[in-house]
């Protein structure tokens, strides 16, 4: 034990002369490890920080899972199961489909369901259809949902979107409509002013404007208002319990697949998931994450290239260091753990100052400010796995491109140096 | 260990060595020896007459061979890499032609290579004995410096108080005084002859030089792989 102790120590010896020696060409070696590990940090917390800002931006209208009726699901067709032979010959005139069931007649049936499951952190029952809004002699078509105020503000953050107006009005002020904001200056309305809202199916009725709303999706605020989910159903000619969708959000939103799988059962109703119906924006980042992962794994390449090629001329100098080494005594282990011991230096300092110089990048480019779309300043996500994978790959790739030189040097027949 | 003949240092038996590259090439060709302890001895002979090549075989670093080879009774043909390099560390010192110092180190850090290694003894007392090996060659003012900065015969000095740091039964030398002046090379051959009577280490040095040769208690003169004498 204490011999295999003081044999690692003049080894750890050794290895530290031969980096201090040549301090410029080991700071060199550092300094590609070193930007491999940031690279991957910054590439990695910017992809995150742009995927999370793209799916917040998804998740301000829209549920991690969303249960609605859809009648298009029924292939029955009587026609069939009457003439089932084939020789029958079937003749249909004026053939209609029938709309059995539409929307969700029993609402509060289907959220205590919901309720009682322990991953859901909130529930937004919504009746969305579309309508002509109507000022003065301008009547332009949009749609109108109808929501549970508090609750639809639990889910979207609707509230902090409302850019005149308060968003609470519309719980006690039943006539009260929320204007998007594009939408309001196209009927040029402001607060307290009259909108008649028309249904397709002909009923007409009369809001005042409470507030107007401001999301990031321009198309939605020319075209959508808000209105208390009681109000929507009255116009709609609906029962009480009525709405089109229910959006429920969950503790892990990547989890949906498995709550639908559970939920599906007890609910009588279609379910979809966010990433179904947002199947561009899961793509989307995956191809993100790949392209950072990419980048960032060819830079930490180049430097493990670089670290090679130093090891290597290294050990070409020193070949003779080497031979005599061997001569004296030291085994073929020896020499390979004393330039393995420098890889793991190079690597270790590399990652540690990698971690601080990639963090220190991300959280420059956090202060860049850029204003399209909702945003301030470019996004920035910063996650533990990042960076200790950053560490993980930025040492490894040392060590492997430490190992072949190494295993070189393990290998020099001191006789064949020696005597030249 | 040493159940043999206690006074035999070492002993090669129809030795037999072969170069193979650029083509076969028999070197030596059946050589049969024993070194006594204390003694001192030099290999002479012309260039290609093996005498090098011997050296190496009976260094244990050259395996490639026929025949066998035995130091302080122990048997060392057939051991492998790993025990031979430790059998080195601890029995064999070396000097040879270029001093192959490691060249960032200081001469005292060359010198405690070898005990570092072996590890017997604890840092502190390794350094006061390469300090005092130092000393013994003259060099305790060049302790701290790197062996970069220091003169050829100061340098060849400092390889001879490593090779002596772990006290090896045996010193081996390959053209020791071969790059040193008339002066530095006198100072060499008295150190080896101090060694051989105050300490009994046994040294075994192949040379060029005729007056080296001739201040040894015995020579050894090869030609075309067989000993002449």
């Not at chain 1, 793509?283 to 060819?298: C, F, G, P, Q, W």
């Not at chain 2, 003949?5 to 020896?33: E, H, M, R």
Request: charged letters at 20%.
């Amino acid at each position: 034990m204490s011999k295999n102790f003081k044999n690692t120590s003049i080894n750890r010896q050794i290895a530290s002369i031969h980096l201090t020696a040549k301090i410029w060409q080991t700071v060199v070696a550092v300094l590609g490890v070193t930007f491999g590990v940031s690279m991957y940090i910054f590439m990695n917390s910017f992809m995150n920080g742009v995927n999370s800002a793209q799916d917040s931006l998804a998740f301000s209208t829209l549920g991690h899972v969303r249960v609605y009726n859809d009648d298009h699901t029924n292939p029955y067709d009587p026609a069939k199961v009457i003439a089932s032979s084939e020789n029958t010959i079937l003749h249909l005139r004026n053939k209609k489909a029938i709309q059995y069931t539409e929307g969700i007649k029993n609402t509060s049936q289907i959220i205590s369901i919901l309720e009682k499951r322990p991953e859901v952190t909130g529930i937004a029952p919504q009746l969305n259809f579309s309508v002509f809004f109507r000022s003065g002699s301008k009547k332009l078509n949009g749609t109108i949902s109808g929501v549970d105020v508090e609750g639809e503000d639990r889910l979207f953050g609707i509230g902090d979107k409302v850019v005149s107006g308060e968003w609470e009005d519309l719980s006690f002020q039943k006539t009260g409509i929320v204007l998007g904001k594009v939408l309001a200056e196209k009927l040029s309305v402001g607060i307290d002013d009259p909108v008649n809202v028309l249904t397709s199916d002909g009923n007409s009725r009369n809001f005042t404007v409470v507030g107007t709303v401001e999301t990031s999706v321009r198309a939605a605020d020319a075209s959508k208002a808000y209105v208390n989910i009681a109000s929507a159903r009255q116009i709609e000619g609906e029962n009480y319990d009525y709405t089109s969708d229910i959006q429920i959000n969950i503790r892990d939103r990547n989890a949906t697949e498995a709550f639908i799988r559970e939920i599906d059962a007890a609910i009588p109703y279609q379910t979809e998931s966010w990433q179904t119906a947002n199947q561009q924006l899961v793509a989307a980042s995956e191809l993100r994450n790949i392209i950072a992962m990419a980048v960032s794994l060819t830079i930490l390449l180049v430097a493990g290239f670089g670290i090679y090629n130093i090891m290597n001329m290294t050990i070409n100098e020193k070949i003779k260091e080497i031979a005599i080494l061997k001569a004296m005594g030291f085994s073929g282990k020896d020499v390979r753990n004393i330039f393995l011991m420098q890889a793991f230096i190079i690597g270790i300092i590399g990652g540690l100052t990698g971690l601080l110089l990639g963090f220190g990048i991300s959280s420059l480019v956090h202060r860049i400010p850029f204003r399209i779309a909702g945003f301030d300043t470019l996004p920035i996500v910063y996650q533990s796995i990042d960076f200790i994978l950053a560490v993980v790959f930025g040492i490894v790739t040392t060590i492997l491109a430490g190992y072949l030189p190494s295993r070189k040097a393990s290998r020099i027949d001191p006789v064949v140096i020696i005597r030249g | 260990m040493e159940k043999n003949d206690k006074k035999t240092a070492l002993s090669v038996k129809n030795l037999i060595k072969y170069f193979y590259d650029p083509q076969t090439f028999q070197v030596i060709k059946g050589v049969s020896f024993d070194v006594e302890k204390g003694e001192f001895l030099s290999i002479v002979g012309k260039s290609g007459s093996g005498k090098s090549t011997l050296l190496y075989v009976l260094s244990t670093m050259d395996t490639d061979y026929e025949g066998s080879l035995a130091i302080n009774g122990k048997q060392l043909t057939g051991a492998n890499q790993n025990q031979l390099a430790a059998f080195r560390n601890e029995h064999i010192g070396f000097v040879f032609q270029f001093h192959y110092l490691l060249p960032e180190f200081t001469a005292l850090q060359n010198v405690m290579l070898p005990a570092m290694k072996l590890g017997k003894l604890s840092p502190g007392e390794v350094e006061q004995k390469a300090y005092d090996s130092l000393k013994l060659l003259d060099l305790p003012d060049q302790a701290m410096k790197k062996t970069s900065k220091l003169s050829g015969g100061q340098q060849q000095r400092v390889a001879i108080a490593r090779a002596l740091i772990n006290s090896p039964s045996i010193i081996m030398g390959d053209e020791p005084t071969g790059n040193l002046d008339s002066k530095n090379s006198q100072a060499v051959q008295e150190i080896f002859h101090n060694l051989t009577r105050e300490f009994g280490q046994t040294i075994i040095c192949v040379t060029h030089d005729p007056d080296f040769a001739e201040n040894t208690d015995r020579t050894i003169e090869m030609a075309d792989g067989l000993i002449l004498s």
